[in-house]
């Protein structure tokens, strides 16, 4: 890397300045990810290996894999993730490739596989456990070890009842990182829910993070989100925890808006007696790195995972989950929480496709961060900590990020 002469930006993590409520006036401001970073093929392929195939991914809730051999699946970034129920009730993860000719073995996104694998190419069959049972013709294989050419596993987890599945790596559980909201996730007891609407994929020519970017800090709701901020106001809080846990909370304003789907939806939410008094009347944003949130509402819950494509488009995965309740009002604020929450979808996607825009222009390099923007802060420093090229503001020539980020990585 002699003679390799790259501006590097500091991360937050290292400006002792911003540890405290207040930044000292005279120290540089905090910047924001590169801009190149969201539109290259090679950096691109750094966070599939360094974050995407090393995270837990959330794949589906347990109400969605109840019984033996149903199953669930996510494709991400050219891997497949199954994850399956036996028969003895464990929820197992798989890689969803056959062993023989790398057909998928389970098909659509839930599905139940009766007693055991077949895969619909040539008819292997593996049991819930991921063994292969039967091989048509197994004597046409000479020296082939069916106890060799099981299912490849993957590490699950189940956590506040959701389930995870990690390609490779080892780390902090889930249960480890969603630690700091044990209290309040246990609360809503989203073990118990169901899925209350289908899943909802959105396909967006926007880089992964753009969408992470905007969603991590609320500095935007009061300009970009009119209808969020009247319903929240400005008891907006953010907080940072380990392991890039981060969390936004605010409770509703008692105060009516005067648009018709949110004072309806204020005025129709019931009691959910068995939320503590704190939460009855709160929106929370909790999320983790890289790529999934949780909004949590009083009335339901749902998932938000930025699922990357290539450099610069992603699609959106959501489902919504809630408690079993039949009440008038439940169904009403249901309705009309997807109804508020559709349009502040609808605000940030043109905010991301402008900003993913900008991001190309020639005389935009880097951006500024507020504390008001500390769940982000966080993001862009673990980004910089798993791929030191990151710091770099100019993009280096083809074909050298992933050498000058291992120059970067042990300088
Ligand atoms: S690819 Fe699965 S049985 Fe042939
Ligand atoms: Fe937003």
Known sequence: MDGMMVERSTPQALRPELSGSHADASAAPVETLPAWTYDNGEFFRLERERLFMRTWQLICHVSEVK????????DILGERAMVVRGKDGVIRGFVNVCRHRAARVVAGERGNCSRAIVCPYHGWTYGLDGKLKAVPAETSFPGLTKTKLGLEPLAVEVCHGFVFARFAGAGPSMAEVLAPYNDVLAAFRIEEMEPIGPVWWRELE?????????YLEGYHVPVGHP??????GT????????????????ELRDKESNNWSERAYQRLLPEVEHLPEALRWSWQYISWFPNTALNIYPDQIDF????????????I????????????GMKAARFLNWRINNQVQVEDEQLVQDVQEGLKSRVYSVGYLSEKEVCLRQFHDMIRSHLP???????????MVEAVDRAMATS
Do not use: S
């Not at 926007?206 to 905007?214: E, P, R």
């Open 206 to 214: 926007v880089d992964w993070k753009n969408v992470m970017d905007n």
């Open 67 to 74: 019984n033996p051999g149903d199953y669930a699946t996510l």
């Open 304 to 315: 938000f995972q930025v699922i990357p494509e290539r450099p610069g488009k992603c699609w």
């Open 227 to 232: 209808g969020l901020h009247r319903m929240l």
């Open 317 to 328: 995965r959501a489902i919504p989950y809630g408690l079993k309740d039949d009440r008038r």
């Open 389 to 399: 090229v990151a710091f770099t503001r100019t993009p280096p020539a083809t074909g």
């Open 235 to 250: 008891n907006y809080q953010v907080e940072v925890g380990t392991y890039g846990v981060a969390r936004a909370f605010a």
